[in-house]
């Protein structure tokens, strides 16, 4: 028999941001959060070669919102964290060889966001 936690759920009924939340990370994360309750927020740039994909999001499409967004946007990422409890930063630049070619890309996506 498992055990169970007697933890608190701290998301249950809150806000949740997750950034990269069409990624491989993000997704998984995004539908633990459902399960525990969370109202989920998922903001992705859907850059092709960073990994987000709304298959990633199968089955739980319907229980989470979706935005399409840049974390490096300074006026559309403050509007779609205000009122958030939580923030789960996991929008990333992932290529090596991009950031070595592009150091600056690289650094305002993984940095400077």
Known sequence: MPVRSRQPNPFAGRRV???GGL????SNLAGRLVRL????LLV????????????NIR????????NIADV???H?????LRGADFLFNLAGQT??????????????????A
């Open 17 to 19: 941001v997750v950034t």
């Open 23 to 26: 990624g491989f990370i993000g």
């Open 37 to 40: 309750g969370a109202d989920v």
């Open 44 to 55: 992705d740039s859907l850059i092709p070669q960073y990994g987000g994909n709304l298959f």
């Open 59 to 66: 089955g739980i499409e319907r229980r989470v919102t979706v």
């Open 72 to 74: 490096r946007d300074p």
């Open 76 to 80: 559309g990422l403050p509007h779609l």
């Open 95 to 112: 290529s090596h060889m991009d950031s070595m070619e592009n150091p600056g890309t690289d650094l305002a996506i993984n940095c400077e």
